[in-house]
């Protein structure tokens, strides 16, 4: 089978992209993925990962502009639609999987038009502008926060499974602020550091490259011994070093903590499309797996209950909660659709 992945922009988007890739070519297909110039689709897969080729396209985001914004985005992600056509003939696919993101217009719109199956997954529990739009037109639409899915579950590398392990005490936080780091994130890890350096506990903190220089500044001030990145590949190190996170409710990192059994304290980014985020982590908080907290709440009071609570029956409910074969299955799907 030669099959298209596309999307991107965000992290979480490419990660999905990643675990199906892997998932595809461990079954013996080839592999391309269209995504854009923008967001940060080339820091992921310009080295072409397991993909077979990789193209950028020239697109931004439609949703967020305005006036004459919008219609230079909308004629970028025309040009972006003529050119994935050629693309997609010129590798003769087979089918297009999309996973989100506006780096995923231009190659789903040119696969309908050139009646290429289109398969979507939803990593939000709030449905994204774009998917809505192309859903009607899909073969399948896949979301694990949809009981009419018809596959349950969320793709994650096979990585977050083989390292996952029961938490039973906490002697290592880590602080995620997602691909571009979070100020809010950033500030209570700084409030808390004397109290978390108190009780010993280990702090790894991924910053965000804007604010990685002030951050470091500070902790050096605080005199705290601290595990400071900017931006990292490595996430699936620190999520399985730590024994809690303090995390954005990206979707991919809340499935990726679930998958390895960490315990987290969800701060959803607040002008998320749909408050998505909030959304995501309240999916979480209602199966009693983790914590959610809005940003204007007493984050610092409320993360200082939290490092008291157990965490050993939390992180054995996250690992029986997920399910490792996800992407296989997502695979596997296509596979029996183009029979």
């Known amino acids: 089978m030669k099959l298209c992945i ?72 025309f040009r972006a639609f003529l050119e994935s056509r050629k693309i997609l003939k010129k590798h003769n696919i087979q089918a297009t999987y999309s996973v989100g993101g506006f780096s995923a217009a231009p190659a789903s719109f040119a ?56 938490r039973k005490s906490l002697e290592t936080i880590v602080f995620l602020g997602g691909s571009n780091g979070a100020k809010a994130i ?38 705290v011994e601290v595990e400071l990145y900017g931006f990292t590949k490595e996430l699936a190190t620190l999520i399985q070093r730590a024994d809690l996170a303090v995390s954005r409710a990206g979707a991919s990192t809340l499935w990726e903590a679930t998958a390895n059994g960490l315990p987290a304290f969800y701060i959803p980014y ?22 959610c907290e809005r940003e204007s709440e007493d984050l610092k009071a409320k993360l200082l209950e939290v490092l008291d609570e157990p965490l050993e029956e939390k992180s054995k409910k996250l690992m029986e909660y997920s399910n490792s074969d996800v992407a296989d299955k997502m695979i596997e799907d296509v596979q029996e659709s183009l029979k």
């Open 111 to 166: 696969s309908i038009s050139k009646r290429i199956p289109l398969f979507i997954h939803e990593q939000n529990a709030v449905e994204g502008r774009l998917n809505s739009l192309l859903k009607p037109y899909a073969k399948r639409f896949i979301c694990a926060y949809d009981k009419n899915s018809p596959i349950k579950g969320y793709p994650v590398k096979e990585i977050f499974y083989q390292n996952a392990r029961v």
């Open 270 to 291: 607040p002008y998320a499309a749909g408050d998505h985020q909030y959304h995501n982590a309240r999916f979480i908080v209602e199966n009693e797996l983790g914590w």
């Open 6 to 77: 596309t999307g991107g922009g965000t992290g979480g988007h490419l990660m999905i992209a990643q675990a199906l890739v892997e998932a595809a070519v461990k079954y013996g297909h080839e592999v391309i993925f269209i995504g854009s110039t923008s967001g940060q689709d080339r820091k992921y897969f310009e080295d072409r990962s397991a993909f077979s080729n990789v193209y950028f396209l020239e697109t931004t985001g439609v949703v967020n502009q305005k006036g004459l914004g919008k219609f230079k985005a909308l004629w970028k992600v």
């Open 186 to 223: 950033n500030d209570l890890a700084l409030s808390l550091a004397h109290e978390l350096k108190n009780r010993d506990i280990k702090i790894i903190h991924q910053a965000g490259e804007s604010d990685y220089e002030r951050v470091k500044q500070e902790y050096s001030d605080l005199d």
